[in-house]
């Protein structure tokens, strides 16, 4: 998979559409909720497998932390290090910006995913869209 930062629109609606199959028609978190306000501040990633937009995820700068979000696969994809290999693209763009933390709310069921990269949960279990997340962080 070949993942790059969005440049273009065209890249940033891909990134969209797989954000929404992913979230909302996949995990029904209602649209309202998936794009927000906060994706003007964000730094977009897009992966491609043979040129399809199978994985996005952006990524925002808050107090000292590189912060993860809408990190997703397609479910076709999954099972291949998509996610793995987007993560990494993410965190050299925090190291980049000068960042050596990173952190992340992970929906339960991908708590383990995210431990064997390395990040560590730093709180209890609550509920965003109606999927339980904990936050977890990493050194970088």
């Known amino acids: 998979m070949q993942v790059k930062q969005v440049e273009t629109e065209t890249e940033q609606k891909q990134a969209y559409h797989v954000r929404n199959t992913v979230f909302v028609e996949e995990q029904k978190v209602p649209a309202e909720l998936e794009i927000d306000e906060l ?3 964000a730094i977009h990633f897009v ?3 043979d040129e399809i ?3 996005a995820s952006r990524l925002r700068f808050v107090d000292p932390y590189g912060k993860l979000e809408r990190i ?3 479910k076709e994809y999954r099972g291949r290090s998509f996610g793995s290999q987007i993560i990494k693209a993410m965190e050299a763009a925090i190291r980049e910006h000068g960042f050596q933390k990173s952190k992340l709310n992970a929906q339960t069921h991908a708590e383990d995913f ?3 990269l ?3 949960t730093v709180s209890g279990e609550f509920m ?3 999927i339980p997340h904990v936050t977890m962080v990493k050194e970088l």
Do not use: R
Request: aromatic residues 14%; hydrophobic residues 25%.
């Open 72 to 74: 997703c696969v397609l």
């Open 53 to 55: 937009p199978v994985a």
């Open 39 to 41: 994706e003007k501040e």
């Open 128 to 130: 965003d869209a109606g």
């Open 118 to 120: 390395g990040y560590q």
């Open 114 to 116: 995210y431990q064997s």
């Open 47 to 49: 992966g491609y497998e």
